[in-house]
């Protein structure tokens, strides 16, 4: 556990430099726990990969105290109830016009769309995060073999439901929106509705199996 | 009842900022100038969770079916009702039938315009604020059109008041932003750190046209990364202010409607200058100045007191 300041009001804590499901598990462990302590100092939380990002009231609270009151709380971590991590079917249809990258995604990787799908099918992923879109999940880790580059240019406009790939993650668009990740298929879950909370279908440590329609 | 005859720009419905959310990926979406909505409702009388419009560009106009208190902050803009010219930052009595115009910008970009009572609006997850973006919260998800109307509740009439000019911030350009570092700041060369640290080889740079409620684009000479350093960062939290460095070199500084990010932070903008980021437009001159922790908590504590005193008079 590295802690570093991050502009005037928030801590930085990092787990790791990589992207796997025990440095994840961390920063979803020390999330939860954050959360428990239902510290009213405490503005916002961001999880993510490899680093959890708390934001806190500086005039309640100074950098200097916040940190001695996390470390000396630290051991609590360990007593934490962390709730269960739920697993979501996501049903894709894969490819044609649900899918615009999936001839690029074939011919970088050289396999079949058939192939393409079995590899993606074939994973449980774990949400790593939550973010860049309220509900969008980056999932990982993805198969080698379906590691592709990011688009040079994002497309201005993909479609709500849109499932993407890139490097090792992969991820789902649930919003109509801007994209630079290679598009495979699209799903008609919906996973953030801003009416009833939790609004996120999903959130940190869940996983997720899609399957092909 | 107010009804919108003309949004000039862009117009939205702002509040303080939906916090608490960012771990499912919901950004605050809150009015890019804080101070000048926190003055606005103090004028009104307002308690400060109350919204209002955010507008940029000159041609603003409403009419107004109700008797109201209203005022304008943020940018200087040479506003009518009807015949009457309107003093900056200062509240105004509006009758049925008067039309508020906005004739012409003089200084900064987004002006608020607020109302002593309670607009019938719904709050979408704890606030009144526009995710433009995924269209929900404000005025039905999206900008506010011509022909819109909101309706108010618990008006109240109180006497006239103002914000003294020596509380109205400069918002004209070149803007020097005061920033702090950042966790990748070291991934940069030492030319292109000093062309922020170094008052000798400060270097200025432009808005570009292409910046937007999301994040303000910047044009200039790249800035490059030392020959060992990763150009992508695996995606963690970003902070508002933060200043990003895409592959290209050249910077962009996320607003309030990113929670993850992938591109190295070369440094964040100081608290205490968060506010004039809402001022700055096409063009505008850019400059960067690092300053110590130290300085910025001094300068950001000052800047509280500025805003406390903008309390409701009991």
Redesign the interface.
């Known amino acids: 556990m590295e802690i ?7 801590i ?1 804590i990092l787990f790791g ?3 796997n499901v025990d440095i994840n598990a961390q920063v979803r462990k020390f ?1 939860f726990y954050i959360k428990s302590l239902a510290k009213k100092e405490i ?11 708390i ?1 806190f009231d ?2 309640l609270i100074s950098f200097a105290q916040l940190v001695s009151d996390l470390q000396e709380k630290e051991q609590e971590m360990n007593c934490v109830d962390l709730p269960d991590s739920k697993i979501l079917d996501v049903p894709v249809e894969y490819g044609g016009v649900n899918g615009s990258d999936m001839g690029f995604v074939s011919s970088y990787a050289g396999l079949s769309v058939e192939e393409i799908i079995a590899i993606h099918t074939a994973t449980i992923y774990t949400v790593f ?8 999940v ?1 999932l990982g880790p993805l198969d080698p073999r379906l590691c592709v580059p990011r688009l040079e240019t994002p497309r201005v406009r993909i479609p709500e439901g849109s499932v993407g790939l890139a490097q090792m993650q992969t991820g789902i668009y649930p ?1 109509e ?1 801007p994209a630079g990740w290679r598009i495979i298929g699209r799903t008609k879950e919906q996973l ?1 509705n ?2 009833n909370e ?3 279908r999903l ?2 440590g869940d996983r997720v199996k899609f399957g092909q329609i | 009842m107010i009804e919108i005859i003309n949004t000039g720009m862009l117009a939205l419905i702002v509040d303080r900022g939906r916090y608490g959310y960012c771990a499912i990926g919901i950004p605050y979406s809150s009015a890019l100038d804080q101070y000048a909505l926190s003055a606005l409702n103090y004028i009104l009388g307002n308690d400060q969770s109350l919204p209002a419009i955010e507008a940029i560009g000159k041609g603003f106009s409403l009419k107004f079916n109700v008797a109201i208190e209203c005022a304008i902050t943020g940018a200087k803009v040479k506003a009518y009702l009807d015949d009457r010219q309107l003093q900056p930052w200062t509240s105004f009595a509006a009758e049925p039938g008067n039309v508020l115009r906005v004739e012409e910008m003089l200084e900064g970009f987004r002006y608020y315009i607020g109302f002593s009572g309670m607009p019938t609006l719904e709050k979408i997850i704890n606030s009144y604020a526009t995710n433009l973006e995924c269209r929900f919260g404000g005025y039905k998800g999206r900008p506010l059109k011509a022909r819109d109307r909101m309706q108010f509740s618990q008006i109240r009439k109180k006497e006239m008041n103002l914000i003294p000019d020596r509380d109205i911030p400069r918002m004209s350009p070149p803007h020097c932003l005061r920033v702090l570092e950042c966790p990748e700041t070291g991934f940069f060369t030492e030319e292109s750190l000093a062309r922020i640290t170094s008052s000798e080889k400060r270097t200025v740079f432009t808005v570009s046209v292409k910046s937007n409620r999301t994040g303000i684009r910047l044009e200039g000479e790249p800035l490059t990364f030392r020959k060992e350093a990763s150009k992508s960062i695996i995606s963690e939290g970003i902070l508002p202010g933060t200043i990003q460095i895409p592959g290209d070199g050249i910077p962009i500084i996320q607003l309030y409607e990113r929670t993850i990010g992938g591109y190295a932070r070369l440094a964040i903008v100081a608290k205490v200058d968060h506010d004039l980021l809402a001022h700055l437009q096409q063009d505008d001159y850019v400059l960067f100045k690092m300053i110590s922790m130290e300085e910025a908590e001094d300068l950001w504590r000052k800047k509280l007191r500025q805003i406390y005193s903008l309390q409701p008079r009991v």
């Open positions: 570093s300041r991050y502009g005037e009001s928030a930085r430099d990589s992207i999330y503005i916002d939380v961001i999880p993510s990969f490899c680093s959890c990002i934001i500086n005039r995060a939550v973010g860049f879109l309220p509900g969008f980056y919003f929106s953030f801003y009416r939790p609004f996120s959130q940190i």
